[in-house]
Nanobody
Framework: QLQLVESGGGLVQPGGSLRLSCTASGFTLDSYAIGWFRQAPGKEREGVSCINRSGGRSNYADSLKGRFTIDRDNDKNTVYLQMHSLKPEDTAVYYC?????????????????WGQGTQVTVSS
């Protein structure tokens, strides 16, 4: 089955930037729509962004639009989440997930494969 590995998390100062990567280690990602999610302790899992199979279409949570950018490089079998102007409330474990579909699913349940997550901590 498809396996996903996130990387790029860490500790960053408020206002800083990080780029997260999601890399497949079983199948190539070019058959999957890929979503980014995050979950802070004690809070519900939140959708961050999603990119369709070809990379030509994407969407974002309204509260994050303008600060976060999703992109994919199918030749490298990797999807990226570029995060700018980070705030303490962005602190969470960030997950990528894959759906065998052309477009982005509308619910979390439609993503069949999930990575283990990477911790992002924004603190002064």
């Amino acid at each position: 089955q498809l396996q996903l590995v996130e990387s790029g998390g860490g500790l960053v100062q408020p206002g800083g930037s990080l780029r997260l990567s999601c890399t497949a280690s079983g199948f190539t990602l070019d058959s999957y729509a890929i979503g980014w999610f995050r979950q802070a302790p004690g809070k519900e899992r939140e959708g961050v962004s999603c990119i369709n199979r070809s990379g030509g279409r994407s969407n974002y949570a309204d509260s994050l639009k303008g600060r976060f950018t999703i992109d994919r490089d199918n030749d490298k079998n990797t999807v990226y989440l570029q995060m700018h102007s980070l705030k303490p409330e962005d602190t969470a474990v960030y997950y990528c997930a894959a759906a065998l579909a052309w477009g982005c699913p509308t619910t979390h349940a439609d993503f069949a494969s999930w990575g283990q997550g990477t911790q992002v901590t924004v603190s002064s």
